[in-house]
């Protein structure tokens, strides 16, 4: 997307001490015996993050303010580091047929039956390693790698044979904006500055 900066990832100092994570829309409706039924309004999770808890100092502040303006409030999207959930550890992404290229990559989460897949649209180059059948290949020369799409392509020759299982190990970065188009920050004195929340929302983006 146009309005996407892919470099730098906002600093990882701030982000470090951020707070929030995966958010659903469910729709909730309670009849008079209390029982409920329960809808699905979002198919895919949005996270949320506030920032506001890692401004330490007047440097920390300057940054922010940097990026803020960088960035035009909301109009343009960076990658983000969520500490809490960064890594994939052979995530399997695909089985081979022979046939098919192109792998999305993807991480997904269970518990019990219920499973959720998320698509992971800005992985690392750096350490990033797939495996097909368990063997490790090279990159460029069995596999390209688009950190600005998120899929793995495999090159002609290379392409996994019918049922070999094809994972990566790695990290990940989450797309996101700030979600207000106001800099809302307090003097409290001299080189002294706060804001009370600053909100960053991941954004969902889609396959070509």
Do not use: C
């Not at 019990?112 to 390693?129: D, E, H, L, M, Q």
């Not at 929340?197 to 991941?202: D, M």
């Amino acid at each position: 997307m146009a309005d996407f900066i892919e470099t730098p990832r906002f600093p990882d100092d701030i982000s470090y001490g951020s707070s929030g994570g995966p958010n659903f829309k469910t729709w909730v409706f309670e009849g008079h015996s209390g029982k409920e039924q329960r809808g699905i309004g979002w198919a895919t999770s949005k996270a949320r993050y506030d920032v506001s808890h890692a401004v330490k100092n007047k440097t920390d502040m300057d940054t922010l303010r940097a990026w803020f303006y960088a960035m035009q409030g909301r109009a343009y999207g960076f990658r983000f580091k969520d500490w809490g959930d960064y890594e994939l550890t052979d995530e399997n992404i695909g089985t081979g047929d022979g046939v098919t290229a192109a792998f999305k990559i993807r991480k997904t989460y269970t518990v019990g039956a219920n499973s959720y897949i998320r698509r992971i649209f800005k992985p690392i180059a750096t350490g990033f390693v797939v495996k097909v059948n368990d063997v490790t290949q090279t990159l460029t020369t069995h596999y390209t790698l688009n950190t600005t799409t998120g899929t793995v392509t495999f090159t002609g020759g290379n392409k996994p044979a019918g049922g070999l299982a094809v994972t990566v190990t790695g990290e990940f970065d989450v797309p996101v904006r700030f979600d207000t188009d106001a800099f809302a920050a307090a003097h409290e004195g001299f080189l002294m500055e706060s804001w009370s929340s600053i909100g960053l929302v991941e954004l969902i983006l889609e396959d070509a």
